[in-house]
DNA sequence: CTGCCAACTAACCGGACGGTTAGCAAACCG
DNA sequence: CGGTTTGCTAACCGTCCGGTTAGTTGGCAG
């Protein structure tokens, strides 16, 4: 079965999401404008709003699918984990592995005040519960004796910390694979937390074993950054279009 | 001696400086607007163009300061500091306590993209020169043994970011103390990097002992958030002034 | 073939923001 | 005292940006 419209309008509104993603990670909210997310994937600014009604609710997007990683993560975490801190350590790297190669090496936004009032509100509540659920891993690990005592407040803001900073210095492109990045980070968070002295840490990143190269999008990443479309794009989309049949 | 005209040029130069620098961290840079900060001050927004020539060399200023208390931290840590791991923690407590009662729970700006070119340029040159300092340090502490061994590049980035988190939940006002939180995170990025098994941790960080209240900043607090000045200010500033020489 | 709808472009609108200008009042200086 | 400078306000300007509107094109259903 071919692509039907809907799938077709379904995934060209997650390549905007990526991109706007990716640009608001790189740049900041306010720092980006909607002609430049149109721009870098072809099109006009207008057609952006085919997909989303305004520039915030690409934010709210953005946000959206950020919590929905965090969760997935804590589920899989809390059954996978045999303990408090290894559930904690899954946990940060299921998410980052994540949002990685989901969202385009975003990992997480910083600008929530920017939200309107109601989807603010539903993203404090959402990453409250998200961070509480990450304290009682804490406090699980030090009654089951895998986590060192410790102030569970700070021992998590300081991981989220370290995750958040992530994407200020991480790219996806450089030398380091985003496989290796994880299982550093969970390393050294685990170092951070761990009751007992932990194995040896990598004395480089870039030696840890690495996975094939992670997915590239493939649709509109031809067109990305080369103009608004013209009369001789729909030409080449037709063709495309007909060559594909075939 | 009373202040001279100068020195009051100077120190109101401050507070705009405190002020957008608060700003800029809370809400950041491009939300921020230039009345805003004026608004908080209680003055218009053309005033502020008496103290810096435009908003942007008001973020210049703001890393210029965060810098200079980087390597000034560095400094002072490289003396105090008996071994790499010492030093290292030193100077990120020492970084923190600066610009926490320097410039207002400001910890790092995070929108350095937004700098004009030049100022890009520098900042890039003196942040990289201090996080290839601090890397010495984990490099020079894994040779005398006070640092596990890692990769310096990894620890570094993962303690940088857990500093630039610290203004997204750190309030001055709060339940934690500014010295608290700075001995709770030294205690965190020691037990991180360092070789041996650590001194437990605190479990709360409220526990910690604390000095007294860091001083407020006097000038311009009483006005802060009532508007722009009008003709009654005037007189009162009169009145202040006569009342100080008195 | 015909009519309709989705997708998109080009052009435009209103508002906000960075920055400027003119002018006033107090402070300073001889 | 008079003349100049400083510190500020009120009003304004140009630009950019979010969002809208009208119109065009191509695919698709009947």
Known sequence: MFPTREDVHGIKRLEVLREAAASFNFKGYHATSMNEIAASLGVTKAALYHYFPNKNSLLAACFEHAMDAAFASLERARKDGRNGRERLVLTMSYYVAQLINELNCCVVLMEEQALEPEDHAKLVRQRDRFERALRAFIREGIEDGSVVPCDPKLAIFVILGAMNWVPKWFKPSGVWKSDQLN???????????????????ARDVGDLPSRAEPPVSLISLARRGRGPRTGQDRKIDKKIKAGGKR
Chains 1, 2 share one sequence.
Do not use: N, T, Y
């Not at 299982?183 to 840490?201: H, I, K, N, T, W």
């Open 183 to 201: 299982a550093a980070l969970a390393q050294m968070f685990e170092r951070l937390v761990s009751s007992s002295p932990v194995a040896d840490m």
